[in-house]
């Protein structure tokens, strides 16, 4: 099943993040609980982790770029 994977609020005052780092590339199988990404906000930089085994198909916002809450910042693939 594909699923987009969209910026999570961590804080009620937060409208948006950079992403830092991305810890896997598009193709790449990962494991329940592997750090996708990393994002930044005004207060913390928080890793993205994996809550289902699956494959990262899509990366939609690079390293370096800013994304809203709820953008969508990559596609993946999970068996469910």
């Known amino acids: ?19 830092v780092v991305w810890h896997k590339s598009a193709g790449e199988a990962f494991a329940s ?23 990262l198909l899509e990366i939609h916002i690079a390293e370096g770029e800013d994304a809203q809450v709820g953008d969508v910042v990559c596609v993946v693939e999970v068996d469910l």
């Not at 594909?2 to 804080?11: A, D, E, S, T």
């Not at 750090?35 to 494959?55: P, W």
């Open 33 to 55: 609980g592997d750090a996708l990404y990393d994002f930044e906000t005004e207060k913390v930089t928080q890793s993205f982790e994996a809550s289902a085994d699956g494959k």
């Open 1 to 19: 099943m594909k699923i987009q994977l969209k910026l999570p609020r961590v804080g009620m005052n937060m409208e948006e993040a950079t992403i």
